[in-house]
């Protein structure tokens, strides 16, 4: 076999351009190869960043105020947001709920607002949406109260020849938080109980309280502290009797520069109730009508026991006559038991009272309940 000679100078073109093909060849694989593997080997971002995900949840709605000088009304407890964003983030905050959905009440004073809610906490990447997302808020200056607890039910519900006496409650008094205006409107705080048909023996039930206005109407937006008390209905037989001395005196509302006395051909009562009741019982005494009244007129005035273990008295209903003569400014009132008749004065006295809060605040240290007991009363500002 005859090899062409080295020196050849055609030969020796071709070969070198062999070499320059085949080294070009490699240095182009070598480089795809480096540039795939260098691919291969670079972090991928997670497919949960890379997609967007919705979740829907309840949150509190937080009420930024200062709580000690303010009473905030109108706000709803809780509210609905819908969170979007990627879905890690929001899976996260989903589990988590390490965010805050709040009212900004800081800088308003009092009134009535309509204030927008926001969100605290969540990341840039994720959005929230808020239903609802407003309130009309109102505000009042707080103020503090404690009233006495009274008892309300139904006789009609206690059985036949039974009574009931004084209930006894777990709390006597109760405090109540609220507004200045809604605090001023309350006059009493009751225990409504609901006795069966038909009761016959102690009845105890855990109730709510209620505040009332004048009107007899829950008075709303307070908050009653303790909120339930356990009330004891004693029920005892009623079949003792006892018949004690009527006494006359005088309602509210008699005629400026008037005196009345009053008489009756009706001298004593009976009552029947308990012996328990009756036993603290040595008269009764009965309030004599005499609004608008200027002249001598008679009337027939229906006797209604309120008292605790009294279930009816006899006669239901009495005849009084009323006179009425001139003296001077004062209203007179007086007592009559049969033929023996007493008088005294009882002056009247009507005061409109229409202060703003804040003077109510400082002038005021009590308040009367309906039932003519104390009620202490303190107001922050």
Do not use: C, W
């Not at 029920?235 to 008037?258: C, D, R, W, Y």
């Amino acid at each position: 076999m005859k090899f062409p000679k080295i020196d050849n100078t055609k030969f020796l073109y071709q070969l070198v351009s062999l070499l320059f093909a085949l080294l070009l060849f490699f240095y182009v694989n070598y480089q795809r190869l480096g540039s795939t593997r260098t691919t291969d080997n670079k972090p991928q971002a997670p497919a949960a960043l890379m997609t967007n995900k919705t979740v829907k949840m309840t949150m509190p709605l937080a009420v930024n105020v200062d709580n000690d000088k303010y009473f905030v009304t109108g706000y709803p407890e809780k509210v609905r947001v819908k969170l979007s964003g990627p879905s890690a983030m929001v899976k996260a905050m989903d589990n988590t709920r390490n965010f805050e959905v709040y009212a900004d009440l800081s800088k308003l004073k009092s009134g009535t607002h309509t204030v927008k809610f926001k969100t605290s906490g969540l990341s840039k990447e994720v959005t929230a949406s808020i239903d609802p997302d407003s309130a009309v808020i109102k505000i009042e200056r707080r103020k503090t109260i404690t009233m006495p607890i009274q008892t309300r039910y139904d006789t009609g519900q206690i059985s036949s020849g039974y009574a009931a006496g004084t209930p006894i409650l777990s709390s006597q008094t109760t405090s109540i938080t609220g507004g200045q205006k809604s605090i001023k409107k309350i006059v009493s705080v009751v225990a409504n109980v609901n006795l069966p048909d038909g009761t016959n023996s102690a009845y105890s039930k855990n109730v709510i309280l209620q505040a009332i206005d004048k009107n007899g109407k829950t008075v709303p937006d307070v908050i009653i502290s303790p909120e339930t008390v356990r009330v004891t209905v004693p029920i005892n037989l009623a079949t003792s009797t006892k018949t004690v001395p009527l006494l006359l005196e005088a309602g509210a509302g008699g005629v400026s520069g008037k005196s009345y006395n009053f008489t009756s051909p009706t001298k004593s009562i009976t009552l029947h109730g308990t012996k328990t009741a009756l036993k603290s019982i040595s008269s009764y005494s009965l309030r004599v009508p005499i609004v608008g009244i200027n002249s001598t007129t008679t009337k027939t005035i229906k006797i209604s026991p309120t008292e605790a273990g009294i279930t009816s008295v006899s006669p239901n209903s009495v005849q009084v006559t009323i006179e009425v003569q001139s003296s001077g400014s004062q209203i007179q009132s007086s007592e009559s038991t049969g033929s023996n008749d007493s008088s005294g004065s009882d002056k009247q006295t009507t005061t409109d009272n229409d202060e703003d809060d804040k003077k109510d605040d400082d002038s005021n240290n009590n308040i009367n309940s309906s039932s003519s007991s104390s009620v202490s009363s303190s107001s922050e500002d």
